[in-house]
């Protein structure tokens, strides 16, 4: 058995009879801040569905927690610990705040940790609690990601998977939103984030993965990618 708590090998997906996945493999151990970077169309958020069982065509291997994903349906994966957050800001735009949040615990209901976990979440990110009653389809493009983060994390997941969380949001935002990973990873919680920002993934994570047309070009550790002459040019325009 494998020390990691996901272990992706080589995984290939396909849409109808395109492959977009050629054999990927990562891992993510645990509490660990993994990125995955590259060009739009290189299969990062197809990565991303494959892990939480949402692309029906794919083969190779999906192991959590020792667990094969490839056997399980999708509605089963976030009570194993994996949240997901969608690329775009899916919350449910005419329920309140706090019940978009309730919502997120949708696999625990009635586990007594749960106000518990609101109270973390409202810690992390305090403009949530000011607005709880508010409907959240009402509020900035910003607030309503950390609805999205703050709806995963009620799951309190060992995994947190995001897809562009920072697309197309202010600057301020997406600092803030970012050091609220730093913030959930510091607390033991593993992240894989796939971000269109280079620069700004590889400042918050450990680790990184460069997609290329839905393989993997390179890997190595967050310090490591920033310093590759071949992150430098294609990604990071230095
Ligand atoms: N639902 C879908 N049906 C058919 N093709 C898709 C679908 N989703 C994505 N694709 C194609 O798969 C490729 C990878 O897409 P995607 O995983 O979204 O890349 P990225 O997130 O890196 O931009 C693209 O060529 C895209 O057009
Ligand atoms: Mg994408």
Do not use: D, N, Y
């Given at each position: 058995m494998s020390a990691d708590l996901l272990t992706v090998a080589n995984l290939s997906a396909r849409y109808d009879r395109v492959e977009?996945?050629?054999?990927?493999?990562l891992t993510v151990g645990p509490g660990e801040f993994v990125c995955v970077i590259g060009a739009n169309t290189a299969g990062k958020s197809t990565l991303l569905r494959a892990i939480s069982r949402l692309v029906p065509r794919?083969?190779?291997?999906?192991a959590f927690r020792g667990q094969d994903l490839m056997r399980m349906p999708a509605h089963r994966v976030p009570a194993l610990g994996i949240a997901h957050v969608p690329e775009g800001r899916h919350v449910f735009p005419d329920m309140s705040v706090e019940d978009n949040l309730l919502a997120g615990?949708?696999?625990?209901?009635?586990d007594p940790a749960i106000p518990a976990r609101m109270e973390e979440v409202f810690a992390l990110f305090?403009?949530?609690?000011?607005?709880r009653s508010q409907r959240a389809g009402s509020m900035s493009g910003g607030e309503q990601q950390m609805v999205a983060v703050g709806r995963a994390l009620m799951l309190a997941p060992r995994l947190l998977m995001l897809d562009e969380?920072?697309?197309g949001l202010a600057p301020m935002v997406v600092e803030e939103l970012h050091a609220a990973l730093v913030?959930?990873?510091?607390?033991?919680t593993a992240i894989l984030l796939v971000e269109q920002n280079t620069q700004l993934a590889l400042s918050v994570a450990t680790r990184g993965v460069v997609l290329e047309s839905g393989r993997v070009a390179l890997e190595g550790s967050a310090a490591a990618l920033r310093d590759d002459p071949r992150v430098r040019e294609a990604y990071l325009g230095l």
């Open positions: 977009v996945l050629h054999g990927v493999s794919a083969t190779g291997s999906i615990a949708f696999s625990c209901r009635g305090p403009r949530l609690r000011e607005r969380p920072s697309h913030t959930i990873h510091a607390r033991g």
